[in-house]
């Protein structure tokens, strides 16, 4: 993020997801101690999160992982533990060094096994911060809760937009539907911004406009065409960007099953209102994304697998399920 955009983005913006963030994800109480993992990227986001814990009538512990030593920190550091000692909440806004990804699955795994609700936000950007969890998650969860009861029935979902995406995909009541909504349990932890309900469709073709985020890529001046055809992308078009249309054509044709739609997305995340060009937060827009790529089979189960993933979104989508409408032009419609 630009020093100027990060200007823009106000302490009251902060404080107001940092709010939903203690209150509603991770539901903090009264006398808990909640561990922040923040660094020199994420000061504002950490210092917005410690107000919000003392709000609460509990009490913040920092943790810098600036000071923990020479980053990036391929472990975790020695005495991690007595740090973490007492904690029952916590939450991770530092960058995310790719180096370090094995000390941030250490980390994960430990808060696991101390039952530790985590809010867990690797290299979130302040922007994706204001947008994507200014939200209930009470709300969000109640509404996502509502369209899972809907979809595991389903059969068939179709999808259109103004941009040109009309998809037809089949699902079955063996569908498993994987609900990532933002409520945090102990010893559970879970990304945010939140708010999607996954799943491997049966069957999907048709044409999808990715207008928002594709992977890394911001794509609303530049959308991305997919052709899909029996579950995989068969041509790939961003005719205003060749650049990038090799670049993801290359990634696709690069390894086997990168080219599969892995997963479906339906966004239910109500306060985002249009595309911020980070997938992280584009994912939980209301309407439908898809994931090239890897399927989570270790969730999911299906029997093939792919190295990495895709996520390719899109605002203004319209989805029906089985005839009725569950968002309009990326407006959700309440499934009560």
Same mark, same amino acid.
């Given at each position: 993020?630009?020093?100027?955009?990060?200007?823009?983005?106000?302490?009251?913006?902060?404080?107001?997801?940092?709010?939903?963030?203690?209150?509603?994800?991770?539901?903090?109480?009264?006398?808990?101690?909640?561990?922040?993992?923040?660094?020199?990227?994420?000061?504002?986001?950490?210092?917005?999160?410690?107000?919000?814990?003392?709000?609460?009538?509990?009490?913040?512990?920092?943790?810098?992982?600036?000071?923990?030593?020479?980053?990036?920190?391929?472990?975790?550091?020695?005495?991690?533990?007595?740090?973490?000692?007492?904690?029952?909440?916590?939450?991770?806004?530092?960058?995310?060094?790719?180096?370090?990804?094995?000390?941030?699955?250490?980390?994960?795994?430990?808060?696991?096994?101390?039952?530790?609700?985590?809010?867990?936000?690797?290299?979130?950007?302040?922007?994706?911060?204001?947008?994507?969890?200014?939200?209930?998650?009470?709300?969000?969860?109640?509404?996502?809760?509502?369209?899972?009861?809907?979809? %595991? &029935? !389903? =059969?068939?979902? /179709?999808?259109?937009? @103004?941009? $040109?995406?009309?998809? +037809?995909? #089949?699902?079955?009541?063996?569908?498993?539907?994987?609900?990532?909504?933002?409520?945090?349990?102990?010893?559970?932890?879970?990304?945010?911004?939140?708010?999607?309900?996954?799943?491997?469709?049966?069957?999907?073709?048709?044409?999808?406009?990715?207008?928002?985020?594709?992977?890394?890529?911001? %794509? &609303? !001046? =530049?959308?991305? /065409?997919?052709?899909? @055809?029996? $579950?995989?992308?068969? +041509?790939? #078009?961003?005719?205003?960007?060749?650049?990038?249309?090799?670049?993801?054509?290359?990634?696709?044709?690069?390894?086997?099953?990168?080219?599969?739609?892995?997963?479906?997305?339906?966004?239910?995340?109500?306060?985002?209102?249009?595309?911020?060009?980070?997938?992280?937060?584009?994912?939980?827009?209301?309407?439908?994304?898809?994931?090239?790529?890897?399927? @989570?089979?270790?969730?999911?189960?299906?029997?093939?697998?792919?190295?990495?993933?895709?996520?390719?979104?899109?605002?203004?989508?319209?989805?029906?399920?089985?005839?009725?409408?569950?968002?309009?032009?990326?407006?959700?419609?309440?499934?009560?």
């Amino acid at each position: 993020m630009s020093a100027t955009a990060l200007s823009r983005v106000t302490v009251s913006q902060l404080d107001l997801a940092a709010r939903e963030v203690v209150g509603s994800a991770l539901a903090v109480r009264e006398r808990e101690v909640v561990a922040i993992f923040a660094d020199a990227t994420s000061v504002r986001m950490g210092d917005a999160l410690a107000r919000a814990v003392e709000a609460r009538g509990a009490e913040p512990r920092m943790i810098w992982l600036d000071d923990l030593g020479p980053r990036p920190l391929l472990e975790l550091p020695v005495g991690i533990d007595v740090v973490l000692e007492g904690m029952t909440a916590s939450a991770f806004v530092a960058s995310a060094p790719a180096p370090e990804i094995t000390m941030r699955r250490a980390l994960l795994a430990k808060l696991t096994g101390q039952r530790v609700r985590h809010a867990h936000m690797p290299g979130v950007s302040h922007l994706a911060f204001v947008r994507g969890l200014r939200v209930d998650y009470d709300a969000v969860a109640g509404h996502g809760m509502r369209l899972l009861a809907r979809l %595991t &029935s !389903s =059969t068939r979902i /179709t999808v259109s937009s @103004a941009s $040109g995406t009309r998809l +037809r995909i #089949a699902t079955s009541p063996a569908t498993r539907w994987m609900p990532q909504l933002g409520q945090l349990e102990p010893g559970r932890w879970g990304n945010l911004p939140a708010g999607a309900l996954y799943a491997v469709p049966d069957s999907i073709d048709g044409v999808y406009v990715a207008n928002a985020a594709v992977g890394p890529h911001a %794509t &609303s !001046s =530049t959308p991305v /065409t997919l052709y899909i @055809a029996d $579950g995989r992308v068969v +041509r790939l #078009a961003a005719e205003d960007d060749p650049v990038l249309e090799q670049m993801l054509r290359a990634r696709i044709e690069s390894a086997p099953n990168r080219d599969r739609v892995g997963l479906v997305a339906i966004g239910c995340n109500y306060g985002i209102v249009e595309s911020t060009g980070e997938a992280i937060v584009d994912q939980n827009m209301p309407g439908l994304h898809l994931a090239l790529g890897d399927a @989570a089979s270790d969730v999911t189960g299906v029997a093939w697998s792919a190295a990495g993933s895709l996520p390719c979104c899109a605002a203004g989508t319209s989805v029906v399920v089985d005839g009725e409408a569950i968002v309009r032009s990326g407006v959700l419609v309440d499934p009560s």
